[in-house]
């Protein structure tokens, strides 16, 4: 899923082309969409903390507007799984698929890590994005090229080092870490380790939501993914869930 493959054009399964693609992310506190059709493209950043609820129809529908569609229009959205803000997946999730049931269009998740990494498939480094995951916890995985090597890190900063490391098979390999964390961990890390080629995406702070629209076409072209089989990426248990038996422990 994490690899553009080509195909000779962006087709759904019926083969007809995908004219109007919807991206979302809502799994930090940055709401990210891009909607794409067959004559403009139109990417949004509205960051105002975790006010998800609030804010994607309405961007939603002002995206729509500027692109002279409704979304009924759609021919396809593909939505941030995650990991990242159990609510703001939840919210992005839940939207997407009443998107795509009102319109009648195709849906697709993309991992937030790949969507991450994206951009820097073609680098030759190995690829580390990395998300606060709070709790002095990060959300990471390792990618190198158009592959994904490695599972999806639930880890504390300090041991995430050793984790990419252990991928990497204790070869030195030139490793450039992105994502919203990567400033904090590219601190950690040259620190830690001076003589490790541990370096830093200039844009690392600068997420594309253009790269949800190019892998989820690419997904759905590959898996046909129906709306039903697609789910949040949660890498531990909610707040609420951990809160909930807290108290039936308590109580029993």
Known sequence: MFSDRPSGGTTGESG????????????????????????LEISVKHGR??????????????????????PTHLDLVAVSLGPGSFTGIRIGLATAKA????????????????????????????????????????????????????????????????????????????????????????????EKNPSFAFTLDVNSDIFDPHCLVVIGESAYRTDGLAAESIAPIYLRRSEAEINRDRVKHEGS
Not at 53 to 62: D, F
Not at 150 to 155: A, C, E, K, N, R
Not at 156 to 176: H, K
């Open 99 to 190: 998107i795509a049931s009102a319109a009648s269009c195709a849906i697709v998740g993309v991992p937030t890590l790949d969507a991450l990494a994206w951009g820097l498939r073609g680098s030759g480094k190995t690829v580390v994005p990395v998300i606060d995951a709070r709790k002095r916890r990060v959300y990471a995985a390792v990618y190198r090229g158009d592959a994904r090597i490695s599972g999806y890190f639930d880890l504390p900063p300090s041991e995430l080092d050793d984790a990419v490391c252990q991928q990497l098979g204790g070869t030195e390999e030139a490793v450039i870490l992105t994502g919203p964390f990567a400033r904090e961990m590219h601190a950690r890390w040259t």
């Open 49 to 70: 903390g975790y006010r998800h609820a609030e804010t994607l129809v309405p961007w939603i529908r002002s995206l729509c507007l500027d692109a002279d569609l409704t």
């Open 16 to 39: 007809e082309p995908f004219v109007n693609t919807l991206g979302i992310d809502t799994s930090g506190e940055t709401l990210f969409l891009c909607l794409k059709t067959d004559e």
